[in-house]
């Protein structure tokens, strides 16, 4: 028989504990692209000088290959003797990757708050840190949140690339189970399987996160 | 060498991609073209379903489960056709999203207007929608052509020797690793950089004659 019903609850457990180091590494790897993409999208409003270069960057990153990006973050970076293992310089390059995505999200944002709310921040003499703290973050994140949360799920769909490196994550641990046993129909099919439940269980989430902001914003 | 494979495969694709995210939306916005309601129904519902399947699930995970599992089934494709199928229907699925924006961006009056100077279904799409809708889509189509330029590097990990594979067998060969990555990171660069330029000239063409209060 083409699936094996005692094999594919066998493969289950493992591929289970497989899903948590994906999981870590989303989380992981978004933490960095959202707190760097603020970064770079705060950054870009301070002037030419700053913004040139940090343009270019986001660039570079955004039309290359995120597998290149791992390659050359674990294999290119020992020899500047900076040794970081899978893991790491796998959920550095995803997070990498994706603060470029994300600092367009929140440049967006940014650009849609009124000139007069900055305007009135600089008539209280409110000091920049403050200006960015109480008045204009609190206004740009809420509206941008779906659109990060896209990039979360897409992040997501990206991990079975830290493969590549040999990180022992869903895809990597289903290769290893395949090439022991050769039968890759049930754990390669339980990725895919594990891979469309937790994206759309994802994609729910964000739909409700949503829209309890956006009744927090009608408020 | 590997560049040519690489170009070869985007091209393959973009062909494929574009075929089916024409079909899917199509489908759905062209009932008098195809044979009847029930024809439509069953074009949408595949299309939906598509469109689920291969924008939702991960590409690399498409692509080993076409690569490992389906030699199982007694179906065996070259790794190439696989790379192929995978990469297409994967971004065909985004591909047909941006079809059906770009045709639901059209002004309804031009869908009236047309209707009321007594045009067929099909000259009011050749002469009307589709002059207006395919200006809209070209930007959306650039962007997913880099994606999809990006995404070929995922099938160096189903044997198939392009670029990334390549890069990967000389570090193992010669350990230039720092010239080799930087090197591989710059043609995909320049790639993207082309494709970027290629698709400006071709908005260029196609907003020819199209007044729509921007400045030429």
């Known amino acids: 028989m083409l699936w094996d019903w005692t094999y594919?609850?066998?493969?289950?457990?493992?591929?289970?504990?497989?899903?948590?180091?994906?999981?870590?590494?989303?989380?992981?790897?978004?933490?960095?692209?959202?707190?760097?993409?603020?970064?770079?999208?705060?950054?870009?409003?301070?002037?030419?000088?700053?913004?040139?270069?940090?343009?270019?960057?986001?660039?570079?990153?955004?039309?290359?290959?995120?597998?290149?990006?791992?390659?050359?973050?674990?294999?290119?970076?020992?020899?500047?003797?900076?040794?970081?293992?899978?893991?790491?310089?796998?959920?550095?390059?995803l997070g990498l990757h994706y603060a470029?995505?994300?600092?367009?999200?929140?440049?967006?944002?940014?650009?849609?708050?009124?000139?007069?709310?900055?305007?009135?921040?600089?008539?209280?003499?409110?000091?920049?840190?403050?200006?960015?703290?109480?008045?204009?973050?609190?206004?740009?994140?809420?509206?941008?949140?779906?659109?990060?949360?896209?990039?979360?799920?897409?992040?997501?769909?990206?991990?079975?690339?830290?493969?590549?490196?040999?990180?022992?994550?869903?895809?990597?641990?289903?290769?290893?189970?395949?090439?022991?046993?050769?039968?890759?129909?049930?754990?390669?099919?339980?990725?895919?399987?594990?891979?469309?439940?937790?994206?759309?269980?994802?994609?729910?989430?964000?739909?409700?996160?949503?829209?309890?902001?956006?009744?927090?914003?009608?408020? | 060498m590997g560049l040519r494979s690489i170009i070869a495969l985007l091209l393959a694709t973009i062909a494929l991609v574009a075929v089916l995210s024409t079909l899917e939306p199509f489908g759905i916005f062209m009932p008098g073209l195809l044979s009847g309601a029930w024809m439509t129904v069953r074009i949408a519902a595949l299309g939906s379903f598509l469109a689920v399947v291969f924008g939702v699930a991960s590409a690399l995970v498409q692509l080993f489960w076409l690569f490992f599992v389906l030699p199982d089934f007694g179906i065996s494709l070259e790794p190439y056709t696989v790379a192929v199928l995978a990469l297409g229907l994967n971004v065909g699925?985004?591909?047909?999203?941006?079809?059906?924006?770009?045709?639901?961006?059209?002004?309804?009056?031009?869908?009236?207007?047309?209707?009321?100077?007594?045009?067929?279904?099909?000259?009011?799409?050749?002469?009307?929608?589709?002059?207006?809708?395919?200006?809209t889509m070209i930007p959306p189509w650039g962007n997913l052509f880099i994606e999809l330029l990006k995404s070929t590097a995922l099938v160096s990990l189903i044997t198939i020797s392009d670029l990334s594979f390549k890069a990967q067998e000389m570090n193992q060969t010669t350990m230039k690793t720092i010239d080799i990555f930087t090197l591989v990171l710059l043609i995909y660069l320049a790639i993207s950089l082309a494709i970027t330029i290629a698709m400006r000239l071709l908005e260029n063409t196609a907003s020819r004659g199209l007044a729509r209060g921007r400045a030429h």
């Open chain 1, 100 to 219: 470029t995505y994300c600092s367009e999200v929140y440049r967006a944002g940014l650009e849609n708050i009124p000139r007069g709310q900055w305007e009135a921040s600089t008539a209280l003499n409110l000091s920049l840190f403050t200006t960015f703290k109480d008045i204009i973050l609190p206004q740009a994140i809420p509206p941008i949140v779906p659109a990060l949360g896209n990039y979360l799920v897409a992040l997501f769909k990206e991990t079975p690339l830290l493969s590549a490196i040999a990180v022992l994550e869903l895809m990597q641990t289903a290769k290893i189970l395949g090439s022991e046993t050769f039968r890759y129909v049930e754990p390669i099919t339980l990725v895919g399987l594990l891979f469309l439940v937790m994206s759309l269980v994802a994609a729910i989430g964000i739909r409700w996160v949503e829209r309890a902001l956006s009744r927090r914003i009608a408020r």
């Open chain 2, 93 to 135: 699925a985004y591909g047909a999203e941006v079809v059906r924006a770009a045709i639901l961006t059209v002004p309804r009056g031009q869908w009236e207007a047309a209707t009321a100077v007594n045009m067929t279904q099909g000259q009011m799409l050749r002469r009307i929608i589709l002059p207006q809708a395919v200006l």
């Open chain 1, 8 to 93: 594919a609850l066998e493969v289950l457990p493992v591929l289970a504990k497989a899903a948590i180091i994906t999981i870590e590494a989303t989380f992981l790897g978004f933490l960095i692209a959202a707190s760097l993409g603020l970064a770079f999208a705060i950054l870009r409003m301070l002037g030419p000088v700053v913004a040139t270069p940090i343009t270019i960057v986001i660039e570079l990153v955004r039309s290359t290959p995120l597998l290149i990006q791992i390659f050359f973050l674990y294999f290119v970076l020992p020899k500047f003797g900076v040794t970081l293992d899978a893991f790491t310089a796998g959920v550095l390059a």
